[in-house]
C-alpha cells in the first residue's frame, strides 16, 4: 500500500515537473517574442494557475529572471551596448531599495496572509505599470529619435540624482513582485535617456537586472523563499523557448504583439486584484 502510494507521488511529481517546463517554454518564447522579462508572466502564472505561495513564486522568478539574463547582459557586453555608467547609478538605488523592501518582508512574514496581500497587491500595480509601459515604449522612442529633443531638462547632476530615484523605485517594484525590471525598466531609461541608442537602452537595462534580480533572489534564498525543482524545471524549458522565440519574433509586427501583451498583463492584473 505504502510502495503504491509512493509511486503515485512520484509519478505526480514528474508530471507536475514537466508541466513546469512547458509552461517555461512557453513564457521563455513569448520573451523571445516581445523582448518582455519573463517576471510579467511568470510570477502570475505560478501565482493563479499553479497555485504557489506568492512569496515562493517570487523568490524562484527572481533567480531564474537572473540566470536567464546573465546570457544577454553578456552579449550586450561583448558588443559594447551597455552604459556601465548609467548601470552603477541604478545599482546605487535599487540595491539599497531591494535590501530595504526585503528586512520589510521578513518583518511582516510573521503575518502570512498579511505577506500575501501585500506581495499580491505589489504584483498587480507592477503589472498595471508594465502594460502603461509597453504602451509607452514606442512613443519614447520617437520622441527620443526627434533631432529637437536633446535631454529631459535635468542638469548632469540632477539626472544623476533621477537615476538613482529609478533604480530605487524598480528596486521596490522588483524586489516585491519580481515584475520591473523589463519594460518599465526601459521606459525610464528611455525618459532619462532620450538620445541613448536602443540597443544600449536595452543591454543597459538587462545588465542592470541582473545584480538586482541575483540579490534580491539570494535574500529570498536566505529566507528559504525559493523552489529549486521548480527553478529547474523552469530553466529547462525556458532557455530553448527564448531561442525559438527570437527567431521569429522579427516576423511578427511590434505593433501587434504589445497591444495585445498589454491587454493581457492589464487583465492578469485585474484578475489579482480581485482575489
Excluded at 174 to 199: D, E, H, K, N, W
Amino acid at each position: 500500500m505504502r510502495v503504491a502510494y509512493m509511486k503515485d507521488c512520484y509519478r505526480a511529481g514528474v508530471y507536475m515537473d514537466w508541466f513546469y517546463t512547458v509552461s517555461g517554454f512557453a513564457v521563455g518564447f513569448i520573451v523571445g517574442v516581445t523582448g518582455v522579462g519573463g517576471g510579467s508572466l511568470m510570477t502570475p502564472l505560478l501565482v493563479l494557475v499553479f497555485g504557489i505561495a506568492p512569496a515562493t513564486a517570487v523568490g524562484t522568478d527572481l533567480l531564474y529572471a537572473a540566470l536567464t539574463k546573465m546570457g544577454g547582459s553578456w552579449a550586450h557586453g561583448r558588443r559594447g551596448t551597455i552604459d556601465w555608467e548609467v548601470v552603477k547609478l541604478l545599482v546605487l538605488g535599487s540595491l539599497p531599495a531591494s535590501a530595504l523592501s526585503m528586512a520589510l518582508l521578513h518583518y511582516f512574514a510573521l503575518d502570512e496572509s498579511y505577506l500575501k496581500a501585500v506581495i499580491t497587491s505589489m504584483l498587480s500595480v507592477a503589472l498595471l505599470l508594465t502594460a502603461i509601459a509597453l504602451i509607452l515604449q514606442p512613443w519614447l522612442q520617437k520622441m527620443g529619435q526627434h533631432k529637437n529633443r536633446k535631454s529631459v531638462g535635468l542638469d548632469p547632476r540632477h539626472l544623476r540624482l533621477a537615476t538613482i530615484a529609478s533604480g530605487f523605485i524598480l528596486g521596490v517594484l522588483v524586489t516585491i513582485s519580481s515584475v520591473g525590471a523589463g519594460a518599465l525598466g526601459v521606459v525610464l531609461l528611455l525618459f532619462l535617456y532620450p538620445r541613448m541608442q536602443g540597443t544600449k537602452i536595452v543591454g543597459t537595462d538587462i545588465a542592470h537586472a541582473v545584480p538586482l534580480t541575483l540579490f534580491a533572489g539570494l535574500g529570498y534564498a536566505v529566507m528559504g523563499l525559493v523552489d529549486y525543482g521548480l527553478l529547474g524545471s523552469l530553466l529547462i524549458g525556458s532557455l530553448p523557448g527564448v531561442w525559438l522565440g527570437s527567431h521569429l519574433g522579427a516576423k511578427i509586427p511590434d505593433r501587434i504583439l504589445r497591444p495585445i501583451l498589454a491587454a493581457m498583463l492589464m487583465l492578469i492584473s485585474t484578475k489579482l486584484m480581485l482575489q
